[in-house]
């Protein structure tokens, strides 16, 4: 059976509801995965001409970039003369977001709303919607999820923060210690027969949580990946629940070591697709560990600090540009976070556009003192190292940088530390030590708080300060950023 034909089989497990048979988009995304790569690139052109047209003719912000810069949208043909252009920060549009707003949609487009993205800084980033760039939020969930195997009639859960949950669940709340119930699954269910889905709030505590999941026992679970690790730290090493199948991680990285840990202890695929509120779902990885990107929704550019294009094999910035959003059009958009470039066909048999595995976010360790990283690293290799039963003993961990460059180990526990544990994280810290040395500290706390975005830190450094909020005079003060 050949690539294109094992996901028709994939495909067929999703059946449309008779009120949607004869919508044929699903189909397309499909096609669209196993075009030529030449078909892929006229594609690609003629959808950057379009929107770089729209861009500059339709929003204050890139009529006057385009002027100072002496370009017209007839200098940028293909997505290489993007580099043309600056790239755009999040900063940019923290300050500029209004002047990138569309006055006036074109004919047959309609203005949907807003997303806010659940920056770390603290200040959310929102970008306006059109009615189809938010449609795809919707349409590409399945081939996400067909990608990964899922059987739409399962039971699935999301573990999220309390606002992302209840931006799609209506009216609903969900207190800690609580969960939501719906028939369906969320967005596909409004077109597929699916099984049931739940919600819970990512800061519930992690013992009730198991718990639900217990109770609930879904087959597939989404959520952050640190997540899935502190299932096992509050299920005394055990998967928590054998009702999964597979698991699906979202927003942050998942470093290979926690995907090796999280792969045997849950016996089970571990999944990731990369997503942007700002953008929509920009890229889902296969089963041979490649980023595709969803070129309906945007296009991808892995650059080099100078904005050139890196090398198949270095790793830079990951650069997006929206395709079909004209409600508010972002180009050569900066994520914050880096790739591996790469290029050429995929063990998988897709021909989408691919990128390697997702390698951070530079901003992260750009403004600490240098060995930063390499402290950070070798904790967390540490503790990743541990066998989950050696970590009863723990709830969840945090690594702190203070501004005298001095680390701490901050742990929330529910039994006394092991001196092994502690043995062990002192071995590790050795080597990256420094001289003269600096000692790592390891204590106990009460709690240990997420980001406002309810991403887990294990990581956090009184050097990162948002230097957003610092432009503006009387701002609240900064909020811990993530690593
Ligand atoms: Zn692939």
Redesign the pocket.
């Known amino acids: 059976m050949d690539a294109l034909e094992r996901e028709l089989k994939e495909h067929s497990r999703w059946r449309l509801k008779p009120e949607f048979a004869n919508f044929r988009a699903y189909d397309e995304l499909l096609k669209n995965e196993f075009l030529a790569p030449a078909e892929h690139q006229i594609r690609m052109a003629r959808a950057v001409q379009g929107i770089v047209a729209f861009a500059t003719a339709g929003t204050p912000y890139y009529a006057s970039l385009f002027k100072r810069l002496g370009l017209t949208c007839r200098h940028i043909e293909t997505p290489e003369d993007l580099a043309k252009l600056p790239t755009l920060t999040k900063h940019d549009l923290l300050e500029y977001s209004s002047q990138m707003a569309a006055p006036r949609l074109p004919p047959g487009e309609q203005l949907y709303g807003g997303t806010k993205s659940s920056g770390t800084t603290g200040r959310p980033v929102s970008v306006l919607h059109t009615f189809k760039s938010s449609a795809m939020f919707g349409l590409l969930r399945q081939r996400t999820a067909r990608w990964h195997g899922l059987h739409p009639m399962e039971a699935r859960i999301d573990v999220r923060p309390r606002l992302d949950l209840q931006a799609t669940r209506e009216g609903l709340q969900i207190g800690d210690g609580g969960y939501s119930v719906a028939s369906q699954w969320n967005h596909l269910g409004l077109h597929f027969h699916t099984g049931p889905e739940y919600g819970i709030a990512v800061s519930t505590p992690m013992e009730r949580q198991v718990e639900l999941l217990q109770q609930l026992r879904p087959a597939y679970a989404t959520t952050f990946p640190g997540v899935f690790e502190e299932w096992l730290l509050a299920n005394s090493g055990q998967k928590p629940v054998d009702s999964l199948k597979a698991i699906v991680g979202i927003g942050s990285q998942l470093t290979p070591s926690l995907r090796a840990r999280l792969e045997q202890y849950y016996g089970c695929p571990v999944h990731m697709s990369y997503g942007l509120n700002e953008i929509g779902k920009v890229a889902t990885r296969?089963a041979?560990g490649?980023y595709?990107v969803n070129s309906e929704l945007c296009l991808v550019q892995i650059t080099r600090g100078d904005g050139s294009a890196c090398a198949p094999g270095e790793v830079g910035h990951i650069l997006v540009t929206g395709l079909n959003n004209v409600a508010q059009p972002l180009i050569r958009y900066d994520t914050g976070d880096l790739a591996e470039a790469m290029d050429g066909p995929?063990?998988?048999g897709?021909t989408l556009p691919?990128f390697g595995d997702i390698a951070g976010r530079y901003r992260s360790y750009a403004d600490l003192p240098s060995g930063s990283r390499e402290r950070v690293r070798a904790i967390r290799n540490a503790i990743e190292r541990q066998a989950p039963e050696d970590l009863r003993f723990l709830r969840r961990y945090q690594l702190h940088q203070d501004l005298q460059n001095r680390f701490t180990l901050r742990l929330r526990i529910v039994s006394p530390i092991p001196g092994a544990f502690r043995q062990e994280m002192l071995r590790a810290w050795e080597p990256v030590m420094g001289s003269p040395p600096s000692p790592l500290a390891i204590t106990e706390v009460d709690e240990i708080a997420a980001a406002p975005s309810g991403k887990l830190i294990d990581f956090l450094s009184d050097f990162h300060t948002d230097w957003s909020l610092a432009l503006r005079p009387g701002a609240p003060a900064p909020a811990p950023s993530d690593a």
Do not use: D
């Open positions: 296969c041979a490649r595709h995929c063990p998988c897709r691919v």
